[in-house]
């Protein structure tokens, strides 16, 4: 079974690199941390902290986390925080139901949550020597 940081991480190892900033927010609006065996629910990364260093290197701390309800109304938050418990092992405190916009390009009911998620990618390696 894969760890919610070990999905964070596939998921961003994937991702458009941050000085692609339009495609990057495309790509994590639509593909979710489940990867393709996601069903009822989706988890998403929804906002970021990007560090940049002068080398290369990259870390990216998880801000929030959106789940949703995929194709479907919005549900009860008990709903949502059993889903959390059992497919990831969390327990959000700060679960919040969002009631406006459906998720990106009509996706379902969505709610909005943080968890504690990092990654980093060393700054890249020349391949010719000196």
């Not at 990867?35 to 929804?46: H, M, N, S, V």
């Not at 139901?97 to 998720?103: D, F, S």
Request: hydrophobic fraction near 40%; charged fraction near 20%.
């Amino acid at each position: 079974m894969t760890t919610f940081q070990q999905a964070f991480e596939q998921l961003l190892s994937r991702a458009p690199g941050p000085v692609f900033p339009k495609a990057r927010e495309l790509y994590l609006r639509k593909y979710p941390l489940e990867g393709a065996t996601a069903e009822r629910f989706r988890t998403f990364l929804l906002r970021e902290e990007i560090q940049e260093t002068t080398d290369g290197a990259v870390r990216v701390r998880a801000l929030s986390f959106a789940l949703v309800h995929w194709q479907g109304p919005q549900l009860a938050a008990d709903s949502y925080l059993a889903y959390l418990a059992e497919h990831w092992q969390l327990r959000p405190i700060d679960l919040t139901l969002e009631n406006g916009e459906p998720w990106f390009r009509q996706g379902g009911a969505w709610c909005r949550f943080s968890a504690a998620a990092v990654y980093e990618r060393a700054a890249p390696t020349s391949l010719m020597g000196t």
